[in-house]
């Protein structure tokens, strides 16, 4: 009976974290924009630190195949991901941030696929909560730029991470 109670736990726990047939394996890529300026606008540039790092963003994802790249409407995400956009050859898209129904498009119009997303100290773990059906992240500290998720999603709450330093 103990045999049976745990080949059957080993069943259930396998089907949860495991695609069935014909599900696809999403993978969102997460990064918080790069150092910016402070210099109070609105919409600050990257500094010298914050270009680097985008350039080494690019470096680590050289051998990655991207599907797509969307960023906030502001300087310091666009520019945290053009030199993989130009590297890659593919566009930039703005989304709304912190709308759960715009991460449910790009889960749905890329399924199966890679995507890198650009976002904020608050936005990054806000998205990697609702891929993941938990609250496992909080809001990165104000300067904390080194983050890299990598959420691996089958269904929306049934999803593998990898959270990295770059």
Known sequence: MQRILLVWLII???????????????????????????DKSKDPALTSEGNDRAIRLATILEKTTLDAIYTTPYHRTRSTVE??????????????PQKES???????????????VSGHSNTI?????WLTGSQTFTEFDENDFGNLIIVTVITKGNSKVTWLRY
């Open 83 to 96: 030199p993989v956009a130009k590297q890659k050859g593919v566009p930039v898209v703005e989304y709304e």
């Open 12 to 38: 259930a726990t396998a089907s949860m974290s495991t695609p069935s047939l014909g599900q696809q394996l999403t993978t969102f890529i997460l990064v918080r924009h790069a150092e910016k300026v402070t």
């Open 125 to 129: 773990p806000e998205i990697a909560n």
């Open 102 to 116: 715009v991460i449910d498009g790009m889960l749905a119009a890329h399924a199966g696929k890679t995507i890198l």
